[in-house]
């Protein structure tokens, strides 16, 4: 029933509307992925995940707001649907050769749980650097686990020779059209549930499986709606891909919304995507910290960080856009949240609800002038957060935090500081005072020289500060450190090295060697004021 729906309607959209698919032959990757969706096997294994209404959430954003639920899926994340698809296809003696697949989340259990269910044999690699509780989720669903090397590369490159020697078939996280079909069910169920009014489905974007598919669906059959995918700011493979009209391989991808940290797109989701989605929005982590807030209170569950980066676009076009009365419906895609993330989501939700502005502030040294500060400047105002630091016998400088409603009170006490004769300097946007600085205001050390200020990405494995300090060797003095478990797959590091004069090239050639994802921090004006 369902394919001679869809054949009818794709006969129609070719006569009536032949932009839509210019490029495609009767035959074509398009036609057989739609017939793919309706057509797929997911339902042996995935289940139809609710289309909620979300009443809190449309009451404060003046839009009709529905979550389309694949946390609820028996993995906790849609990846279940395209690997269940695409193993389901393999051949009797395929399946008897088993499965592999590179994947430090959803994709592993996605892969580990369809191979159970359909009796073939599975190998996930997954790096050394996994969080224990991923590994054993993966391992309860009865597949192999393989764990090697640092990063996600590096255990993919791994798979790819054990593949080469296995003969095992390579299961690929998104860029294989039985994946991409697999995926795209959640379109085919979003428009069954809500055939109505539709303005805008957003999706999370990692590789593209998930926006390909249900791009290629939506476009076909209801044109209209806009298709808008989201991705982290430091993770925006897929949007400068189609900025550059080619496939773009970042230099690093950030680690905080893991699920979706993919350095280059598939070359099938990339030309699908170019085709058929709207836009993409960037978001930053504040921005899905505050997303995941917004989540639980809608749902009372807890989304992953990528499993939020839908909704936390839906919220941005909203503010940015000031659309009103339309119906948006955001993707929640996973929640395979490590609890240890917890703590750090709820410290950066105020900042991404824009509730909370932070400054650091320059009073004069003297009796009285903290009194000064607090009676003409603060009061009245819900304080979030109050360092103070004694600098020298001329000034001080605080770290403060204060609530704000909306955007502009910024500006507001900005220019009331000033005009009360207080150097002042907006710190709200700034990532290390966000992630560092916050925790560790003492003022400079007067006995420290030619100190150099870096963040350095380290994984998260017995023996990684152990590894820098052996290639660094006695050459450099550390002078300040700063560590702070966030629950990932890598650790975020502050050190201060002192550099000698004439020490600068050696020192270069040590980051090179080291191979950690690293940022100079050294002309911050939070490490200036406070450290």
């Known amino acids: 029933m369902k394919v001679r729906f869809f054949l009818g309607v794709f006969r129609v959209f070719m006569v009536n509307n032949k932009i839509l698919f210019p490029a495609f032959p009767i035959e074509s990757t398009m ?14 294994a995935a289940v139809e995940t609710p289309l909620d209404e979300a009443p809190g959430l449309s009451a404060a954003l003046g839009n009709r ?3 389309k639920r694949e946390d609820l899926q028996p993995v906790f994340s849609f990846k279940l649907r395209g ?6 296809h393999l051949t009797p003696r395929e399946l008897r050769c088993g499965v592999i697949a590179a994947s430090a989340g959803n994709h592993a259990q996605g892969v580990a749980f369809s191979a159970r269910r359909l009796g073939a044999r599975a190998v996930i690699v997954m790096p050394v650097t996994t969080p224990e509780i991923k590994i054993a989720a993966v391992r309860e669903y009865g597949a192999e686990v393989v764990l090697y090397g640092d990063s996600y590369s590096e255990a993919a490159e791994h798979c790819a020779r054990l593949v080469d020697e296995s003969g095992m078939i390579f299961i690929h996280p998104f860029d294989d059209e039985l994946v991409i079909a697999g995926q795209g069910t959640v379109a085919d169920e979003i428009q069954r549930k809500n055939s109505g009014r539709l303005d805008a489905v957003f999706v999370p974007v990692g590789g593209g499986g998930l926006i390909a598919g249900m791009a290629a669906y939506l476009k076909a059959l209801r044109p209209e709606v806009r298709v808008i995918g989201v991705e982290p700011q430091d993770s925006d493979a897929m949007a400068r891909s189609l900025e550059a009209g080619r496939r773009v391989i970042l230099d690093s991808v950030g680690i905080f919304a893991d699920g979706v940290a993919v350095r280059e797109v598939g070359a099938l989701t990339f030309d699908l995507c170019r085709r058929y989605v709207d836009e ?83 009073i004069p040294e003297k009796p009285g002038a903290l009194r000064r500060f607090c009676a003409e400047v603060l009061d009245g105002r819900n304080i979030t957060e109050f360092n103070y630091r004694l600098s020298d016998r001329e000034r001080a400088h605080i770290f403060v935090g204060i609530s704000i409603r909306e955007e502009e009170e910024r500006q507001t006490f900005a220019a009331q500081l000033t005009a009360s004769g207080f150097d002042n300097v907006d710190l709200t946007d700034n990532e290390l005072a966000k992630t560092h600085v916050r925790y560790m205001v003492g003022g400079r050390s007067g006995v420290v020289s030619g100190e150099a200020l870096y963040r350095f990405w380290f994984p998260e494995r017995p023996g990684a500060l152990s590894r820098f300090l052996s290639i660094m060797g006695a050459s450099w003095n550390i002078s300040l450190f700063h560590y702070r ?44 004021l406070f450290l």
Do not use: H, W
């Open 31 to 44: 036609q057989k992925i739609l017939k793919q969706i309706l057509t797929s096997r997911v339902y042996e």
């Open 65 to 67: 707001v529905l979550l």
């Open 83 to 88: 690997a269940y698809n695409r193993i389901a």
């Open 280 to 362: 993409i929005i960037r978001v930053d982590t504040d921005e899905i910290c505050s997303a995941i807030k917004s989540n639980y209170q809608a749902t009372r569950s807890i989304v992953e960080p990528a499993g939020a980066l839908a909704l936390a676009g839906l919220k941005k076009y909203v503010r940015k856009r000031k659309v009103s009365g339309e119906t948006l419906i955001a993707v929640n895609s996973g929640a395979n949240m490590n609890f240890e993330r917890l703590r750090y989501v709820a410290e950066r939700t105020q900042s991404g609800e824009k509730q909370e502005a932070l400054f650091a502030v320059t």
């Open 485 to 528: 478990s966030q629950g990932g797959d890598f650790g975020r590091v502050l050190i201060g090295l002192e550099i000698p004069i004439g020490e600068e090239e050696n020192f270069r050639s040590f980051l090179e060697r080291l191979g950690y994802r690293f940022v100079e921090e050294s002309t911050n004006p939070a490490y200036q």
